[in-house]
């Protein structure tokens, strides 16, 4: 790849085995989403239920397959725990992470989380008060500083079903949290949420420093909101997918991170049941089209 742009494609292995869902390609070992991946093309991985939690057995594995670690997902609690709790709860995964090479953490709020959950999604968490959002992003920016000491910056996923999931949700933490805190773009989640991914990166791209490549099909998601889904009915009816065989301008988002001078990676994630949409396939096509993307804005400049 063109190397004038500093970026890598990676993917999440929630493509061959889900962690919300493990029954989702359970029986799937790791090593073959891992050789799969290398095989495809694919830079790095991040972490998912499979992966070994110790640095050095993480290292072997990764080292195995000539691939790096891009990032792995946190379930902080945040909006219930103290900052002390949770630096004392962090501090094994902030470690694999340091150790392993990984310069983000995916942080997911999960207190109060409806992404396991039954419950349809609009029955999420939110906060009320001006008091609530401030003392959460107080906290989320002393967490965020705590994890930069270690090298590895907070990436704020944004998500269904959790505190913050609108647009609206999304503006006002990065207004009120400290630039400690990054954020993870996910243009899935954003565009399932009732946001413009393209308007929203725009505005919010400077403090962005990973992102999540991820299709939606609007017609899954239309049933999702009418039929008063749980996210992982959504999930298994197909509500995401890969660029490629969605609905997403990934075009102009690759343009804006360009343009913006971004940095990172650019992970390919798609939850999906691997029955109906076969993980090797659909990896391979997502990896294809951003990698057409990436070259041609590359092309261009």
Same mark, same amino acid.
């Given at each position: 790849?063109?190397?004038?742009?500093?970026?890598?494609?990676?993917?999440?292995?929630?493509?061959?085995?889900?962690?919300?869902?493990?029954?989702?390609?359970? +029986? #799937? !070992?790791? =090593? *073959?989403?891992?050789?799969?991946?290398? @095989?495809?093309?694919?830079? &790095?991985?991040?972490?998912?239920?499979?992966?070994?939690?110790?640095?050095?057995?993480?290292?072997?594995?990764?080292?195995?397959?000539?691939?790096?670690?891009?990032?792995?997902?946190?379930?902080?609690?945040?909006?219930?725990?103290?900052?002390?709790?949770?630096?004392?709860?962090?501090?094994?995964?902030?470690?694999?992470?340091?150790?392993?090479?990984?310069?983000?953490?995916?942080?997911?709020?999960?207190?109060?989380?409806?992404?396991?959950?039954?419950?349809?999604?609009?029955?999420?968490?939110?906060?009320?008060?001006?008091?609530?959002?401030?003392?959460?992003?107080?906290?989320?920016?002393?967490?965020?500083?705590?994890?930069?000491?270690?090298?590895?910056?907070?990436?704020?996923?944004?998500?269904?079903?959790?505190?913050? +999931? #609108? !647009?609206? =949700? *999304?503006?006002?933490?990065?207004?009120? @949290?400290?630039?400690?805190? &990054?954020?993870?773009?996910?243009?899935?989640?954003?565009?399932?949420?009732?946001?413009?991914?393209?308007?929203?990166?725009?505005?919010?791209?400077?403090?962005?420093?990973?992102?999540?490549?991820?299709?939606?099909?609007?017609?899954?998601?239309?049933?999702?909101?009418?039929?008063?889904?749980?996210?992982?009915?959504?999930?298994?009816?197909?509500?995401?997918?890969?660029?490629?065989?969605?609905?997403?301008?990934?075009?102009?988002?690759?343009?804006?991170?360009?343009?913006?001078?971004?940095?990172?990676?650019?992970v390919v994630e798609a939850e999906q049941d691997p029955v109906v949409a076969p993980p090797y396939r659909y990896a391979e096509m997502g990896y294809r089209h951003l990698a057409k993307i990436v070259?041609?804005?590359?092309?261009?400049?």
């Open positions: 790849m063109n190397k004038r742009w500093n970026v890598r494609i990676g993917i999440n292995p929630i493509s061959w085995t889900n962690d919300d869902l493990p029954s989702l390609g359970g +029986e #799937t !070992p790791l =090593d *073959v989403a891992l050789s799969e991946g290398k @095989a495809i093309g694919y830079d &790095g991985f991040e972490l998912g239920n499979k992966f070994p939690r110790e640095p050095q057995a993480l290292r072997d594995v990764l080292a195995r397959h000539d691939l790096a670690l891009v990032s792995g997902w946190y379930s902080g609690q945040l909006a219930l725990r103290s900052v002390e709790e949770e630096i004392a709860a962090v501090r094994p995964h902030l470690e694999l992470l340091a150790s392993n090479g990984a310069t983000v953490m995916v942080y997911g709020e999960v207190a109060d989380s409806m992404q396991g959950a039954s419950a349809p999604l609009y029955k999420r968490p939110r906060f009320s008060r001006d008091d609530q959002w401030r003392r959460y992003a107080d906290k989320l920016t002393a967490f965020a500083r705590h994890t930069l000491q270690h090298g590895v910056r907070v990436g704020y996923h944004h998500h269904m079903g959790a505190y913050v +999931e #609108t !647009p609206a =949700d *999304v503006d006002r933490l990065m207004a009120l @949290a400290g630039d400690e805190v &990054g954020l993870l773009f996910d243009s899935g989640h954003m565009t399932f949420a009732g946001g413009d991914a393209v308007a929203m990166l725009e505005k919010h791209v400077a403090r962005v420093c990973h992102v999540h490549c991820k299709d939606v099909r609007p017609a899954v998601i239309k049933l999702a909101r009418n039929r008063n889904w749980s996210f992982l009915e959504a999930v298994i009816n197909g509500a995401f997918t890969v660029r490629g065989d969605g609905a997403i301008d990934f075009d102009a988002l690759v343009a804006i991170l360009h343009r913006s001078g971004y940095r990172g990676w650019l070259n041609k804005v590359q092309e261009r400049a």
